[in-house]
Each structure stands twice: as structure tokens, then as C-alpha cells.
């Protein structure tokens, strides 16, 4: 089982992140972003073509095997307390934070969403009701005057760019890497 990055597709975004390194933190943030976008949106993913198949796949074989010499750092044995499937339900979680702030940044950025739109997006989820989610809280039991209504139509708008990206890489059946790793849930 080999792993092999092309230039055309992961290498350059790699490069990217080197690149990225020399600039700042910024820059680096906004690369290794953009390089977990493309691997959980790539097509025809294999364990041979995408990275996060790869560790899938190593995963699988390291619990399939038992127990496997862990890695020592200080005279301390690295041990992961994760089942495997716990992996595989974090992977998916992040890989719904990252397209929905993919879709979020898409939607924010293109030209048929009008301004006002936009702007009203913004300020719902920039407004101080949310942030109890900033501090890890649960949502407040009576929260009169939530600062969105989802009904509006620049909310219906998001949703529905949202859905589109979410069938496309987030389920079952998806040509997608999370497809892969649902069937193994």
C-alpha cells in the first residue's frame, strides 16, 4: 500500500505550506487550510491518492494487527485511547467544520449573493448571542431574541448553497474521501 502526492494535485498546495511558513502565521493558517479543503474535496479518492485515506487505511491495519510498537518521545510510549471508530467520527466532524466554513467563505464571496445578503449574514453570526459557543457552553435554555432567523431569505440562500456541498463530499455515496469513511462506520 503506497502513498504517492502529483504535483497537479496536493504538491503544489504542500509547496504552499512552505511557502506559506516563510510569510508568517497567515499565511501558513491559510495554506494547511486550503490543503485539508482539497483532500476531504477530492474525487476518486484511494488510500494510494489521498492522504487522509492513507492514515484510514494505516489505522485499520494497526488495529486489525493488534498491538503496535508506539512511538517514545521523552522515555514515554505515545498511547492513543481513541477507538477506531472515534477516529473516524472526529474525522468526519472536522470535515463538516471545514466545508461549512468552506461554504460560508464560498457564499460571502460570490457575486450572485447580493450585498445585503451578505451583510446581514455577517452581522447574525458576528453578534454577541453567540458567545457562549466561543466559550465552549451549552446554548443558553431561554434565549429570547436569537439573531437569526432562518426563515429570511439570505439564510434560505446559504442553506441551500450549504445542502449542494454537503451532498457533494459529506455522505454516503459521494465520490468524496468522508463517503469512504461513513461505509466504514
Keep these: 500500500m503506497g502513498f504517492t502526492i502529483s504535483e497537479d494535485h496536493l504538491g503544489d498546495d504542500i509547496l504552499d505550506i512552505v511557502q506559506g511558513s516563510i510569510?508568517?502565521?497567515?499565511?501558513?493558517?491559510?495554506?494547511?487550510?486550503?490543503?485539508?479543503?482539497?483532500?476531504?474535496?477530492?474525487?476518486?479518492?484511494?488510500?494510494?491518492?489521498?492522504?487522509l485515506l492513507f492514515w484510514v487505511a494505516l489505522c485499520l491495519q494497526t488495529e486489525e494487527f493488534g498491538n503496535q510498537q508506539r512511538l517514545e518521545i521523552n522515555g514515554h510510549e505515545s498511547k492513543d485511547e481513541f477507538t477506531m471508530k472515534e477516529k473516524l467520527e472526529a474525522l468526519v466532524h472536522y470535515a463538516r467544520v471545514f466545508i461549512m466554513d468552506h461554504a460560508y467563505q464560498s457564499w460571502l464571496l460570490s457575486d450572485s449573493v447580493p450585498q445585503e445578503g451578505k451583510i446581514a449574514l455577517e452581522t447574525a453570526l458576528s453578534s454577541d448571542r453567540w458567545d457562549w459557543i466561543n466559550h465552549g457552553l451549552p446554548r443558553p435554555a431561554d434565549q429570547q431574541g436569537d439573531p437569526a432567523d432562518f426563515a429570511q431569505p439570505h439564510w434560505q440562500a446559504f442553506k441551500t448553497h450549504f445542502e449542494a456541498l454537503h451532498s457533494k463530499w459529506l455522505v454516503k455515496g459521494s465520490n468524496s474521501p468522508i463517503s469512504i469513511i461513513l461505509e466504514l462506520l
Excluded: R, Y
Excluded at 29 to 45: D, F, G, R, T
Design 23 to 51: 510569510f508568517g502565521i497567515g499565511h501558513l493558517k491559510n495554506s494547511v487550510h486550503q490543503l485539508c479543503l482539497n483532500i476531504i474535496m477530492q474525487e476518486n479518492p484511494t488510500p494510494q491518492n489521498n492522504p
